[in-house]
């Protein structure tokens, strides 16, 4: 614990929790910290998880053990052997991650930029140095980088490899590798998806569904190898524990096999220069030994063992990696972006690891087939490549000054084909260039940026069509089908002895509301489906639409059929599974705009210069009588031109007139959903200031006070609400794009799901690759937006915080929810002042008058809804970009608590969440 002032005492050093400006990781912030006397970082520690712990204080403390004899401690027991990589092997993990990098970073460039040899040149080179006085190996890239939470939830690895490395030793101390333990390993269940990224080399588990039927022999053989397990560790004097990349992954395995500390330093685009370490150094040691005779324990800083890893960020936030500002070696990062990796190199490899020539023939046999060279530190170009980011800064800007749109989207992906999300980070980088080194034409780009997604056309594919009065009859019934149908609680709340009894369930529960939709509308064909007479796959065209209509419905109205269109989703998924038995598709396309215009050769009506005016919702707005009747008639004199010059035979005036006003549905949604988080982005700009502080409102938070996860200075957090706030309102403006990618995932049949307990219940966990996509583009839009980009970039999608696309879209439906009360009180609080003056009394003499209980009410919510908490673990929290809802949501079940509570009741408010109808 700390005092609010930062000072700390001498013997609570080893429990630190001040404030570190930093951004929040999204799912291991919960480390120690310590802070200077100006609030700027200079560390924080972070516990490794324990079977990690064991395998490097056995493989790096006091040198390590051979991977062919143990050791002897004091006590006499024996220290587990350590079976290592061998050292080409341990190189090339290090050499792979940069590699990657450098790839990551390439694909993102403009092709003029990249094809630049004096600009991007030197970014496809690696630095190695080996230092023999300090007894040092430094691998450093120019690659993408790491962001802080990047780091931590990466190299800190959190619980994924700490289940992996539990796997696989815990089948070790028989003697057996992890390579040898896949068939315990299918025995456990993997309930983080998360961990897909971080085991590509990992042995793989199966998912348990429940069926138990035909393993209980396999049960009860478990049992005995279990058994035999337990008496060979119990035997054995000694375990064997693998430091393999296998069980590590690259990073640790390197670790274990070359060195006895690591240190990393990195650099991301949309974050600050930090260094991680684990372990000490030798020049640690050396600094340590001269600061216990200058400073006092609690300022000499962390101590570094094998439980924990140190993060730093040396440098005040936005400091710029230069030679003048001290970062003038070969291996220093410069830019920015870049990763510098630093080994202790034990002792029985000094001798090969620091010759340059054996890193020579190392490095050239591993990059032989690669396009990414080498510069060794005894070279005669590492002189010329330390100037090498000055040079490429500036012929960056002459080349950018000269490229057109077109140059600037030239993007690709590793086999050359133009992707979205590489022409997004194109436009980033042309988003955060100034206008001064804009040519005019050119300063228009820039628009492009917001435009991409927001043209008439583009728009048009994902905007629903308006239902008909047929259609809306028929929605009605799909309504009473779902309210009286417990599908759901049917099929994922029961417990099944096997995957076949479910999957019969299932079947025979589809049907029946198949069925029912067919006798509701054709009594006799009904009998004849009851009689199994017919097949029900001949009305598949019937069940289409139906289910159509009601799917259309709900994207058109989010606040609509809450439980229904769940079970609806849930359902079709399982028909969609089971499509090739049922004999059945009941999936078709939602009926767009785009669509019904194409289909009648009338696509021209979102070409024409009218279709803003045509579409756009009338709001009053404080505007007067006259005003308003003459933008309506503006309004019907652009619908009555379209319809005139673009109907056809294929298409009647009252289509067009049907898709016109159904751009202008879009239209209202967006603006009613948008408007909360418009007015709150303007609370926070009004109220509130970056580099000004008023007394009694930093909106600074502390790790581990008032249940905060995070710890952020005044302008940090101000810019970790604001782009929260900005990223939600782009959500918003693309939530039906959203909506359609989050359905095709959800109803793809080459997409399985897996019955998980998240510990939300049972939850359907499934991968939703395009909606990941859709949510990447908004991401990397957004941070281009923005000054700069702080906390963790990592979206959850298809684990156990978000599920499936379904709990994503309903997460995000959620926003205006969230913040059209806090709207409504800070405005509606002061007319009721001014029209009740009991009511200002009251608030007068409770909260010191109208302004500043709605400051305390804004001061509150963007400090306590945006602390990274609302998680029941420390994993979970954090300023990842569903992390940053989950604190919000947090926030709003604590309302009744806070002591401006009565002003919100004064206002009306009676809760966030609304109807379920």
Not at 59 to 65: A, I, K, N, R, T
Not at 896 to 904: A, D, N, Q, R, S
Request: aromatic share 8%; glycine share 8%.
């Amino acid at each position: 614990p700390c005092r609010k002032d930062g000072a700390m005492s001498e013997e609570n050093e080893n429990s630190r929790s001040t404030a570190m400006g930093g951004d929040g990781a999204g799912d291991h912030e919960n480390g120690d910290h310590g802070s200077s006397n100006n609030n700027s970082v200079e560390w924080a520690t972070y516990p490794l998880p324990p079977p990690l712990v064991k395998i490097l204080q056995a493989s790096c403390g006091d040198g390590g053990v051979s991977e062919t004899q143990a050791s002897i401690s004091i006590d006499g027991k024996q220290q587990p052997t350590v079976e290592r990589e061998n050292p080409n092997d341990a190189v090339q993990c290090l050499v792979d991650n940069s590699i990657s990098a450098i790839d990551l970073l390439y694909f993102a460039t403009p092709s003029r930029i990249r094809q630049d040899q004096e600009c991007f040149g030197h970014r496809s080179c690696l630095r190695v140095v080996a230092n023999e006085e300090d007894q040092t190996l430094t691998i450093t890239d120019f690659g993408v980088g790491m962001t802080r939470a990047d780091v931590i939830n990466c190299l800190g690895i959190g619980r994924t490899v700490s289940a992996r490395t539990d796997r696989g030793n815990s089948g070790s101390s028989d003697g057996s590798s992890p390579e040898e333990s896949d068939d315990d390993e299918s025995e456990t269940e993997e309930s983080d998806a998360e961990g897909d990224e971080a085991s590509d080399d990992d042995g793989s588990g199966t998912e348990d569904d429940g069926d138990n039927d035909e393993s209980d022999g396999a049960d009860e053989s478990a049992t005995k190898r279990n058994g035999k397990k337990s008496a060979a560790l119990a035997s054995s004097a000694a375990a064997t524990l693998f430091a393999k990349k296998a069980t590590l992954g690259g990073f640790y395995a390197a670790l274990c096999s070359l060195g006895t500390a690591v240190k990393v330093g990195t650099k991301s685009k949309f974050d600050d220069y930090y260094e991680f370490q684990v372990g000490r150094f030798k020049s640690d040691e050396i600094n340590l030994s001269n600061a216990k005779n200058t400073t006092s324990t609690a300022e000499q800083g962390p101590s570094q063992s094998f439980d924990h890893f140190i993060l730093k960020r040396p440098l005040p936030e936005g400091s710029v990696l230069s030679v003048e500002t001290g970062f003038d070696k070969l291996e220093s990062v410069r830019g920015d972006s870049g990763t510098m990796v630093c080994i202790q190199v034990r002792d029985d490899l000094v001798g090969t690891l620091l010759n340059y020539k054996w890193l020579h023939d190392t490095f050239e046999k591993i990059l032989e087939t690669t396009h990414t060279s080498v510069v060794l530190g005894n070279s005669e170009q590492a002189a010329d490549l330390i100037d090498a980011t000055r040079r490429e800064q500036e012929r960056r800007d002459a080349i950018m000054q000269t490229m057109d749109e077109e140059e600037v989207l030239d993007v690709g992906d590793s086999e050359g084909r133009s992707t979205p999300c590489s022409q997004l980070f194109s436009l980033a980088s042309l988003a955060l260039r100034p206008l001064s080194t804009l040519g005019q034409d050119q300063s228009e780009q820039r628009h492009h940026l917001d435009s991409l997604y927001s043209s008439m056309k583009e728009r048009a594919k994902y905007i629903p069509l308006r239902l008909s009065l047929n259609e809306r009859k028929m929605l009605r019934l799909m309504e009473a089908a779902m309210t009286c149908c417990d599908y759901t609680s049917e099929v994922d709340g029961t417990v099944f002895k096997s995957q076949l009894r479910r999957q019969h369930k299932q079947m025979h529960l589809i049907t029946s509301v198949f069925r029912g939709l067919v006798t509701a509308c054709d009594y006799e064909a009904g009998r004849r489906l009851a009689a199994d007479k017919e097949s029900i796959s001949r009305y598949q065209t019937f069940l289409q639409e139906m289910m159509e209509f009601a799917r259309r419905h709900k994207i058109r109205n989010p606040e609509k059929m809450r439980t229904e269109y769940g079970k609806l989703i849930y359902l079709l998924q399982d028909a969609v599974q089971n499509a090739e038995h049922l004999e059945l598709n009941v999936i078709r396309p939602i009926e767009s705009v785009y669509r019904y215009l194409e289909e009648r050769d009338g696509l021209g009506v979102l070409e024409d210069s009218q279709i803003e005016i045509a579409t756009e919702e009338i709001l009053a707005e404080r505007k007067t009588r006259a005003k308003i009747d003459s933008e309506i008639r503006r309004k019907e004199r652009a619908v009555q031109q379209i319809k005139k010059k673009y109907r056809n035979s294929n298409l009647s005036s009252e289509d067009i007139h049907l898709c016109l006003y159904s751009i202008c549905d879009n239209n209202s949604f967006l603006n009613s959903n948008r408007v909360p988080i418009d007015k709150v982005i303007d609370f926070l700009k009004t109220n509130f200031h970056p580099d000004e502080i008023e007394e009694g409102y930093s909106l600074a938070i502390v790790s581990g006070e008032s249940g905060a996860r995070l710890s952020h200075s005044h302008e940090r957090q101000y810019y970790f609400a604001l782009q929260s706030l900005t990223l939600w309102r782009d959500i918003i403006d693309d939530m039906f794009r959203l909506w359609a990618m989050g359905e095709s995932d959800l109803l793809n049949q080459s997409i399985s799901y897996s019955l998980q307990d998240t510990g939300q219940g049972m939850q359907r966990v499934q991968q939703s690759p395009q909606t990941y996509k859709a949510m990447q583009k908004i991401l990397i839009r957004v941070q281009a937006k923005v000054k700069h980009w702080v906390g963790s970039s990592v979206i959850h999608l298809g684990d156990h915080n978000v599920p499936n696309a379904l709990s994503f879209i309903d997460k995000y439906t959620q926003v205006p929810r969230i913040l059209g009360p806090i709207v409504t009180c800070i405005e509606n609080a002061e007319k009721l002042c001014e029209e009740d003056d009991g009511i200002r009394a009251f608030i007068d003499h409770g909260f010191g008058g109208i302004k500043k209980v709605q400051k305390d009410i804004l001061y509150d919510f963007f400090t306590a809804a945006f602390d990274g908490s609302g998680a029941d673990n420390f994993y979970d929290a954090g300023s990842c970009i569903d992390g940053r809802l989950t604190s919000a949501w947090n926030w709003c079940s604590q309302l009744p608590e806070k002591p401006f509570y009565p002003v919100f009741q004064l206002t009306g408010f009676i809760g966030f969440d609304g109807e379920f109808k």
